[in-house]
């Protein structure tokens, strides 16, 4: 069973900074892409940041409201995934999950998409 374990969140005011954490645990071979979704209150889930893997090519995708303020970043030897949110504002309030997808318990075993439980980032003034 893959589980993954998010830190970080907190109550800021606008124009700070936050560092998002994020470690995958467990047995799994491989896990393709990591990042980060984000939900506010009365809204659905929507992407924020994902990274790939080194052999998947570090490649990154940035919802287009965080382009510039936030950086992804991951290390793939200890399975980890990092969101630094810089000039943070009112409306990146929400609940951060960590999200794993490609995950293989093997070469050829892949397993369901995976979810952290959620950490809450609130900034307001």
């Known amino acids: 069973q893959v589980q993954l374990a998010e830190s970080g969140g907190g109550s800021v005011q606008p124009g700070e900074s936050l560092r998002l954490s994020c470690a995958a645990s467990g047995h799994f071979y491989t896990i393709y892409k990591m990042g980060w979704y984000r939900q506010a209150p009365g809204k659905q889930r929507e992407l924020v940041a994902t990274m790939t893997s080194e052999t998947g090519g570090r490649k990154t995708n940035y919802a287009d409201s965080v382009k510039g303020r936030f950086t992804i970043s991951r290390d793939d030897t200890k399975n980890t995934v990092n969101l630094q949110m810089n000039s943070l504002k009112p409306e990146d309030t929400a609940v951060y999950f960590c999200?794993?997808?490609?995950?293989?318990?093997?070469?050829?075993?892949?397993?369901?998409?995976?979810w952290g439980q959620g950490t809450q980032v609130t900034v307001t003034s």
């Open positions: 999200n794993a997808d490609g995950v293989f318990a093997s070469p050829t075993q892949a397993l369901p998409k995976i």
